[in-house]
């Protein structure tokens, strides 16, 4: 159970679904690749995509964030009617190029770990992710649509995909 006082916020089956994309930033990690995940699921809480992250040099293409790939692969799958009452989980705060990502495809919600001044924390000026001050409530404040967020819930348990990662 977490302490963490934002996650009363969330059922439980949005915790469940966090949670699943904190283990899977764990695996891609093992994997070799950058502890990041992400899944889309529909109003039911059914997923409908799950990614890891594919951004790693030197084979992997930068602009393969877990976000972006998850989201990209719901659209493939889904209506934009349907994406409205979808939720994007994702174990860390999306960057701008994935909120971006988010609000083209119509993805009506966001629910995120880590936040993104929690990873520049852990990930300090590594070169591989040189983030963006840049939270994702401010990108799609900017847009004629709205995107409901909620986070950074659960921040303890996706930092530790991370811990020791980014030295």
């Known amino acids: 159970m977490s302490n963490d006082p934002g996650a009363a916020a969330l059922n439980a089956k949005d915790l469940a679904l966090l949670r699943e994309t904190i283990a899977l930033s764990a695996r891609s990690r093992a994997d070799g690749r950058h502890p990041f995940a992400a899944l889309v699921a529909d109003g039911e809480g059914n997923v409908v995509a799950r990614a890891g992250n594919n951004s790693m040099p030197p ?18 799958r889904l209506t934009p009617e349907q994406l409205a009452k979808c939720t994007l989980y994702t174990s860390a705060e999306p960057c ?34 040189p983030t963006f001050s840049l939270p994702c409530r401010e990108v799609f404040a900017r847009g004629q649509r709205r995107v409901a967020v909620e986070g950074p819930m659960l921040e303890d348990e996706a930092a530790r995909a991370h811990e020791g990662f980014w030295k």
């Open 59 to 76: 084979e992997g293409d930068p602009t393969q964030h877990a976000e972006l790939v998850a989201v990209a692969e719901a659209a493939r």
């Open 96 to 129: 701008c190029m994935c909120a971006g990502a988010v609000y083209w495809t119509n993805v009506g919600r966001v629910v995120y770990a880590l936040s993104e001044h929690k990873l520049l924390e852990l990930t300090g000026s590594h070169p591989e992710n």
